[in-house]
Every structure is written in C-alpha cells, then in structure tokens.
C-alpha cells in the first residue's frame, strides 16, 4: 500500500459542505465515488486537512488516500481529474511517506473573507463574495485587525454540541484587510484552528457593521464569555476561500 497526498480546488456553491453527509451532496462524496471506480469498486477514505462548511469554496484544501495501485502521482492526477465533476479540481498529486496524515500533520492554515462595496450586486458574484453597498471606514477596520493576532481561547466559537476534548486555545498568525478597488479581503492565517471560521465570518461581519472596533469591546465580546456562540446565525458563507493550508 502507499499514500497519496493531493492538493485540491472546488467550488463550494453546489455542496452542503466537505464531509460525507447521507442524501447530500458533498466534495468528499464525491473524490470517495470516483477512487472506488478506480478501485473495481473496492471502497477508498479520503481524510482531508480539514473541514468546509455548505457554500466554502476552496483553493488549496489537501487530502490523501491509501492506495495498492502503482500508476504515478502524475497519473493519479490526470486519472482524478478525467473523473470528478467540474467543479472540483486536482492541482496536484504525490507519493508521500506512510506517516504523512492530512489533518495531523498541519501547520497552518489560510482562510480568506470577500466582501463587495459595490452600490449594485453582481449576480455572478453572490456565490464568492458578501455584497455590503455601505460606508465603511476602511482604515478603522484595518488598523482593528492587530487586536485579534496572537493566542486566543476560541470556546466562544466552538458549538455547544462539540465533542472535542482539551483546550479550545488557538494562535492567529496573521488577521488584515486589503482593500482591492471595490472589494476587501479580510485575511485569517492561524495554526490548526477549529474555529477560525466562524471567527472569520464573525469578525468581518462586526466590523464591517461598524461593530466591536475598540480593543476593550473586543476583548469583553470575544474572549470573556464562555459557552455561547456570538454570531453564527449571522453569518454566510458567500465569499469565504480556504485558501491554503501548510503541511
């Protein structure tokens, strides 16, 4: 047996999310349907770096596989690509150690927030990017960025639900916002973090609300309350990139 490493791209619009769901349509569904064809049937378990909500797209998600098939990663490539449907995309494929694991052995990872300032919304844009036709004081914004890097207890953001054991402790490497003629781009580059998501799609949307500026509101709203989840129903997931992620 050897171990396949792929990196990979899909358009997040016509999924309910990455992960198998019954009934539902799905990315890992659908890699998992193409390599059991190749496999004469025999099922084969993707694991990926992570997980993506319904509507994420992404751009550098890595998955891997176990494989007894000898064809060459530039096979696996092609052969991969031949089979999934369009909106799903592998950029690259290779041998990897029988101890490389998708989600274990991350680093980092690259999350990126899309907001459109348009006055009008650009239907060929709903999917990619949150419409927001409002004044904005972009340097505010900007300069509120710095607050939010470093380490962080991320409770407030993971779900009552969570089985997830240990500390909810994670470190944000880099939190900005670029401004690219009318759209922003608000950054989240952090370790293995669970939350950050949520947390991306949150503070984007406070602070271009004209919300939770000042570091001491930050500070109260994010991090001193514990057990409760902020704004998850607020969010959308229109716009959100996981960009990349550093194994």
Partial sequence: MSKIKCVISYDGSGFAGYQIQPGKRTVQGEIEKVLTKIHKGKPVRIY???RTDSGVHAL????????????????????????????????????VPDTFHARFDVVEKEYHYV????????VFKRHYAYHFPYTLD???VQRACSCFEGTHDFTTFSSAKSTAKGSKERTLFEVSCEEHGNE???????????F??????????????GRVIWKREIYQ???????????????????????ACRV
């Fill in 115 to 122: 907001v459109s300032r348009s006055k009008e919304p650009d």
């Fill in 48 to 50: 990926a770096s992570g």
């Fill in 60 to 95: 550098g998600q890595v998955i891997h596989f176990e494989t007894d098939n000898i064809m060459s990663a530039a096979s696996w490539k092609q052969a991969l690509n031949a089979m999934v449907p369009h909106d799903i995309f592998i950029k690259d494929a290779m041998r």
């Fill in 184 to 194: 922003l781009i608000f950054i989240f580059r952090g370790g293995a973090v669970i």
């Fill in 196 to 209: 950050i998501i949520w947390y991306a799609f949150w503070l984007a949307h406070c602070w271009i609300s």
């Fill in 221 to 243: 709203i994010f991090f001193a309350k514990k057990g409760s989840s902020p704004g998850r129903q607020d969010c959308t997931t229109g716009g959100v990139i996981f960009v």
């Fill in 138 to 140: 972009v340097g505010r």
